[in-house]
């Protein structure tokens, strides 16, 4: 663009003075003037090309030139002022062009570094999320490997390792949180380059985050058993050679040596996510609309750290104190020092005066009341149990007596025989089948909740010691490090009762619950069997065509008729065995009897109560009263219900179950302190037994009688009752165990029993023949 020049006048003239001397030529002043046209020249030629215009000075210094002054001097030295002015102001005009380009390149390169950057920034964001998604995959896939193959492996050794379920224990849990996470990015269907992905793998880990805790924190819980059980397998040099084969051979492209190897996987896994969601976060700007999500994200997952490893040292104070520990005297006695002695002195002494009120004691309602709750459940557990355990034995009981086996001399008639076909079916299916639920569903539960019971117990009772060493302590202001940890202990103990406790007693209750549901409906379920296997009989039955009342109305009378004479076998057969009974010996058995004194001893001599008919080989027949001697109490195969028995001159084997020792009597029976019998009278001396229906006979002098001095009411069946002034027949001045405090008497109408010896006298008699009352 070209600058307008001003225009020039037609002529122009500068006037100039004349020369002061003769020495100034005119060429000398035309050589001064002509570099002033030159610089002018130079200078308009200057702002041409620096597309400048003239200003208000430009047109000063035109006038300077035109009205320049006479002298010569003053005109140059106003010239030269001039142009040192113009180089100035084109010095400055172009540092300004430069500074504004060179702002411009600076501004031009800053963006490009931001963006630069930027893209940076997302690769590395783009990485760190593929790290985290690719890392999980392959995490996963080796801790499938581990319990899939591995694990199949080792069970199929002969036998299989000790404890190898409890290696893998909630592994199965941390494996499907595992895989849900990444079911959950594969089922949105994008990629990590997606923007959309961000927000797809901060909502997937937020909503697992719950699951995630509760897996990962049992797991780490039982780490530290999984490193004992593994070096429990390390010590048997055969069996951990055959481990490590198989781990090379299930997986030979990850070289690795021991199961801990996928094992501690998990333990590592949990403690990283935090530090790739933070490298997530790093390269992320601020300005990410999913940025704050994020952030979330990463708060979440160092808190779920933080929290499991609050679980884990709570589970390892639990432990510590929960185990019962069965210690002798000598190691309790080993166990014992100086600061032991000094810590049990003053919790004694702190549990005194708790006692007698010159401490206060810490006061915490809250735990009283889940205290009090689990000790009554306790108390509930272990009746329950003792209770189950009383009724299975029972069933036992009955299960053990087969009557339906025995011969009941009832053939062909229906009754028995549709009872011994209910009874079998009883027996072998319905009552053995009731028994084994009943273990399984119902006594096995409760044996293992009563087991559960000791770690609670154990842990309440190791929090009151702890209490005691709290109190002694919380009032000081500095506490050292022993004193620091006595109080963290207590605390944590008090923590994880206030926490599980109420869950424990919770879920025992609703096991309680349950189990006597489950008892209800296996009742329900018996009876409902029964009422099958009787109805299928009932149309065999005489009485089933009659009517409900009708029948109810028979079966009733029919069981009392039963039990009536039930009752009065039972009271015969009472009557048999308690009441003395007389058998004497004939000469024949009186010779066998000194006989097998003389050879075998009196303390073998046995008598035979029933009738026996020899089975088997070698097998004696005996006589009811028959006397043997017992030379061995069991055959020649060790079956002591047999014995071999000498029958005088006979031997062989006789049932156990019907011989009974005989006692000789005395020739002459103590006399009793209340009744004595005058000099002359003698009785006839019983043996053991007599058979039913031998009267019993006594030989006395007419002028005495004995008679019943009080009235006695008889409190048995072996008792007689008499009135005062009753006479009465003494048979025996003794009891059968030679007692001479009671005398067995035969009173008016043949009534024969025991009555007390001091409740006889003898008078004399007055009238009346020989031998009568």
């Known amino acids: 663009m070209e600058v307008p020049r001003r225009p020039q006048p037609s002529s ?27 610089k002018l020249q130079e200078g308009m030629e ?25 002298d010569t001097s003053e005109l140059e030295d106003t010239i030269s002022r001039l142009s040192s002015q113009d180089s100035f102001s084109d010095a400055s005009s172009i540092s300004e062009e430069r500074l504004a380009e060179e702002a411009e390149e600076a501004k031009k390169k800053s963006e490009e570094e931001e963006a630069a950057a930027k893209e940076r920034a997302a690769q590395r964001q783009l990485m760190a999320i593929e790290e985290l998604v690719q890392s999980e995959r392959n995490y996963l896939r080796l801790l499938q490997m581990s319990t899939v193959t591995i694990r199949s492996s080792l069970q199929k050794l002969q036998p299989p390792p000790a404890n190898l ?32 992905f961000l927000q797809t793998l901060c909502d997937s880990f937020l909503s697992l985050s719950s699951d995630i805790e509760t897996a990962y924190r049992e797991y780490l819980a039982n780490y530290n058993n999984i490193t004992v059980v593994e070096n429990s397998y390390k010590q048997k040099e055969a069996l951990w050679n055959e481990i490590v084969r198989i781990i090379k051979t299930s997986a030979p492209e990850v070289n690795a040596t021991s199961l801990s190897f996928f094992l501690v996987m998990p333990v590592q896994r949990i403690a990283r996510y935090p530090l790739l969601l933070q490298t997530i976060q790093k390269h992320t700007d601020k300005t990410h609309p999913e940025y704050s999500l994020l952030e979330q994200t990463a708060h979440t997952s160092i808190a779920l750290n933080c929290r499991i490893n609050e679980y884990k040292r709570f589970r390892e104070v639990a432990d510590k104190y929960k185990k019962t520990e069965n210690l002798t005297i000598k190691d309790k006695i080993n166990r014992l020092n100086t600061h032991s002695i000094a810590k049990k002195t003053a919790r004694i002494s702190q549990y005194i005066k708790h006692e007698t009120g010159m401490a206060t004691k810490l006061v915490d309602e809250e735990f009283d009341a889940l205290e009090g709750f689990f000790y009554v459940l306790e108390h509930g557990i272990l009746q329950l149990l003792d209770n189950v355990e009383i009724y299975l034995h029972h069933l036992q009981g009955f299960l053990a007596c ?33 028994e084994k639920r009943m273990r399984t569903l119902i006594h096995k ?44 202990t207590y605390r944590t103990i008090n923590t994880l009762l206030l926490n599980e406790l109420p869950q424990f007693n919770g879920l025992a209750l609703q096991m309680i619950w349950s189990m006597l549901g489950t008892f209800s409906c296996l009742h329900k379920d018996l009876s409902s069997d029964m009422e099958q296997l009787f109805q299928s009989f009932a149309q065999q039955l005489p009485h089933s ?14 069981v009392l008729e039963g039990a009536r004479r039930l009752e009065t076998l039972c009271r015969s057969v009472e009557d048999t065995f308690t009441g003395p009974v007389v058998q004497p010996l004939s000469p024949s058995s009186q010779r066998r009897l000194k006989q097998l004194t ?4 009196s303390g073998k001599i046995y008598q035979v109560m029933g009738t026996v008919v020899g089975s088997r080989d070698l097998d004696l027949n005996l006589a009811k009263g028959e006397l043997v001697a017992v030379i061995s109490e069991a055959d020649s195969r060790g079956d002591k219900r047999r014995w071999l028995v000498d029958a005088g001159g006979r031997r062989g084997y006789a049932p156990a179950s019907k011989l009974l020792r ?39 002098q007419p002028c005495f009688q004995v008679i019943a001095a009080y009235d006695f009411t008889a409190r048995g069946n072996h008792e007689v009752s008499v009135r005062a002034g009753e006479p009465v027949r003494v048979l025996e001045a003794h009891d059968k165990r030679g007692n001479p405090e009671w005398s067995l008497v035969e009173a008016r109408g043949g009534q024969r029993g025991y009555v007390p010896s001091n409740y006889l006298t003898i008078m004399p008699m007055r009238t009346g023949p020989t031998g009568t009352f």
């Open 598 to 601: 003389d050879k075998h001893g």
């Open 662 to 700: 005989y006692h000789q009597p005395t020739e002459e029976p103590p006399p009793s302190p209340h009744l004595t019998l005058p000099d002359g009278v003698t009785g006839i001396r019983r043996h053991s037994y007599t058979p039913e229906g031998r009267p019993l006979t006594v030989v006395s």
């Open 12 to 38: 122009f003239t500068l006037p100039l003075p004349k020369p002061a001397s003769s020495a100034l030529s005119p060429l000398g002043a035309a050589d001064k003037k002509e570099p002033i046209k030159e």
């Open 545 to 558: 065509s009659l009517e409900p009342h009708a029948f109810w109305s028979w079966a009733e009378s029919a």
């Open 165 to 196: 379920d409890s290696m893998f224990l909630y592994i199965d849990d941390v494996i499907d949180v595992s895989s849900r996470l990444i079911s959950l990015l594969d089922q949105k269907r994008v990629k990590p380059g997606d923007p959309l």
């Open 46 to 70: 200057k702002d041409q090309f620096g597309e400048e215009t003239f200003d208000t000075k430009d047109e000063s210094v035109v006038s300077v030139f035109v009205e320049a002054p006479a």
């Open 402 to 434: 087969k009557t339906e086996e025995f011969d009941l001399d009832m053939d062909g008639e229906k009754e028995p025989i549709c009872y011994k076909e209910i009874t079998t079916a009883l027996r072998q299916w319905i009552l053995p089948t009731f």
């Open 445 to 488: 539960p409760l044996c293992a909740l009563r087991d559960l019971l000791v770690g609670p117990r154990n842990l309440i009772r190791k929090r009151l010691d702890k209490l005691l060493d709290y109190e002694l302590i919380c009032e000081k202001s500095n506490l050292n490090y022993d004193e620091q940890a006595v109080a963290n």
